[in-house]
């Protein structure tokens, strides 16, 4: 992601950035009700609403944020409904300080923000931090523009994914009402190839 866009994200947090809606979306939700709890990591996390969600319903979650005041709200909001998460200051492209697999991992809205070199390496912490038989939910929206440089994924972000995980549900929407987005849900082989 370049300099100018991570200003963007950190000048946000001045105010309410209009992404942090504080509600976990339903899809997450109905995800959470299907599976059993086990260790979550939500990549892009924000003021932590999916992780301290996840964590309440058994989940061992951690969250992840470049932004050091998104981080500082999540830890401030979980620690005040007696919710017991981890959040780091970290960047998706490194993950310098999470350590062990994930049963989930969980993306909204981080994916489609980074560059072809932060994709590469984000999609390579996917492939190493996601426990054979784990979940990848995701949720993103598409340029719609290819000739600007604004945030949002195109059809071809998403084919790396195939080399190493099996899609097993993707439902697609809008995002405001003008962007195409897409949730899907992958899951990694129960077994190495």
């Known amino acids: 992601m370049n300099i100018l866009r991570k200003l963007f994200f950190k000048l946000s947090y001045i105010q309410k950035p209009p992404w942090d809606t504080n509600q976990t979306p339903p899809e997450v939700f109905e995800f959470i009700a299907n599976k059993q709890p086990g260790r979550a990591l939500d990549l892009g996390c924000g003021t932590g609403t999916n992780v301290i969600t996840l964590a309440k319903h058994g989940w061992r979650a951690t ?82 523009n290819m000739s600007t440089s604004s945030s949002g994924a195109i059809e071809a972000d998403l084919i790396p994914f195939s080399n190493f995980l099996l899609r097993i549900n993707r439902t697609d929407g809008t995002e405001r009402g003008i962007k195409k987005s897409s949730w899907i849900t992958y899951k990694k082989p129960p077994y190495e190839e």
């Open 63 to 144: 969250g992840v944020d470049y932004v050091p005041k998104a981080i500082h709200i999540a830890r401030r909001k979980a620690k005040k409904r007696g919710v017991n998460a981890k959040f780091f200051i970290d960047d998706v492209t490194h993950l310098k300080k999470i350590a062990g697999q994930f049963d989930l991992i969980l993306d909204i809205g981080c994916y489609h923000s980074l560059d072809n070199n932060g994709r590469e390496a984000y999609q390579e912490n996917i492939k190493d931090f996601l426990v054979p038989g784990g979940y990848f939910l995701i949720y993103l929206f598409f340029k719609t």
